[in-house]
């Protein structure tokens, strides 16, 4: 028995307007930014159709990236709202794969734009065995204090000890598969901040995003015990927004690209999987070919990483000793500079920058519940 598992930052699956941008440049869209604007009812209306115009292409692709997954269960990042997500099932995913994700969950988290984790479910695997959703628990509610976790860091950060860990949420969800448990925990962590006063973005916002780790591993630790979770079907889920390792890229399309891989001295990511509590799967891929995001602020720096992942719980890694994780890259946009050996074949439509499937790549695995 087995079922296909995979997550996706679908990147702002909205179903609202965001005219921000008028009164805040920094996120006014580029090609507003090209043109005379008037006054904040004309930027509405022009933000309005560069919106709707950009969208239909987007989520064509979103669906064609959705649809090469092949997943059972499907844990999104960055969806709006249950409304956001039904009409994106019915109005694109629909006309790939049919009516296959019926049943669909997400909480109100605590991002401050509103875009929360999700779930979707087929109500049966590609084998045919059922899929019972059996409970849902959200765990946006939890603060620092509650869990022991706040740190000098974060107050230095001026995080104070009473604000809610997840920046969205830890969404948990038990389902039965062919009458066999199993727990996915949905997540996206802290977003690296930007380089600012000469301070890595990364290692600067890096203390929220392992208290939001800590804060997984001790939400699982509590529900199973510490002896009982090495030996149950769990699996965490989602963008995490840091990595490991990285591949930097070199040179330019003339000369020739040349591709280093290097490890990071520290991660959050390490907070989860510390003392074997559970497998990064998608390390069991080629070092070259485990990224799920392509990073760049200009020639000056570029490289490709792992911001999405799969953790399986040590009773399912040791289970699935030989599967490893598909990424699905066709929906990257042309200017996502590819190792050699790994070009794929775009989707119609994909621009150089976009539109585009997303920023990010889903990851899709298949497992067996023994």
């Known amino acids: 028995m087995s079922i296909r598992i995979a997550t996706f930052n679908v990147e702002n699956l909205m179903n609202r307007f965001d005219f921000s941008g008028f009164r805040n440049q920094l996120q006014q869209d580029r090609s507003l930014a090209l043109f005379e604007i008037k006054g904040e009812e004309e930027y509405q209306e022009l933000e309005r159709a560069r919106t709707i115009a950009h969208t239909d292409d987007t989520r064509q692709l979103t669906a064609l990236a959705i649809a090469a997954a092949r997943a059972d269960i499907l844990c999104l990042q960055e969806v709006d709202n249950q409304a956001a997500l039904n009409a994106f099932e019915y109005g694109y995913l629909y006309k790939m794969v049919g009516a296959g994700y019926r049943d669909k969950y997400s909480s109100a988290g605590n991002d401050v734009r509103g875009i929360d984790v999700a779930v979707m479910m087929r109500r049966e695997t590609a084998d045919g065995e059922p899929i019972e959703f059996q409970r849902m628990t959200t765990h946006a509610h939890v603060t620092f204090r509650d869990f022991g976790l706040h740190t000098p860091e974060l107050a230095e950060l001026g995080v104070g000890p009473d604000e809610r860990i997840f920046r969205r949420d830890c969404l948990e969800i038990d389902v039965l598969v062919g009458g ?191």
């Not at 591949?247 to 959050?268: L, T």
């Not at 390490?270 to 392509?294: A, K, M, Q």
């Not at 490289?303 to 929906?331: F, M, W």
Request: charged letters at 25%.
């Open 180 to 370: 066999k448990p199993l727990t996915l925990y949905t997540v996206h962590f802290k977003a690296m901040t930007s380089p600012r006063n000469g301070r890595d973005g990364r290692l600067a916002s890096m203390p929220i995003r392992a208290a939001e780790a800590a804060a997984v591993r001790r939400i699982i630790t509590d529900r199973f015990g510490a002896q009982g979770a090495p030996r149950k079907r769990w699996a965490v889920c989602g963008d995490l927004n840091d990595y490991r390792e990285r591949v930097i890229i070199a040179g330019d399309a003339h000369a020739g690209y040349h591709f280093k891989p290097v490890r990071e001295a520290q991660s959050s990511v390490d907070v989860l999987t510390n003392g074997g509590f559970c497998e990064n799967v998608v390390e069991r891929r080629p070092e070259l070919d485990r990224w799920t995001l392509y990073h760049t602020r200009g020639p000056e720096e570029r490289h490709l990483c792992q911001l999405d992942y799969i953790l399986l719980s040590p009773a399912l890694a040791q289970g699935n000793t030989k599967a490893v994780p598909e990424i699905v890259r066709n929906g990257q946009p042309w200017r996502t500079i590819f190792p050699p050996g790994q070009e794929v074949e775009r989707y119609p439509r994909t621009g150089w920058d976009r539109p585009k499937a997303s920023d990010h790549c889903p990851v899709a695995v298949s497992l067996d519940l023994v």
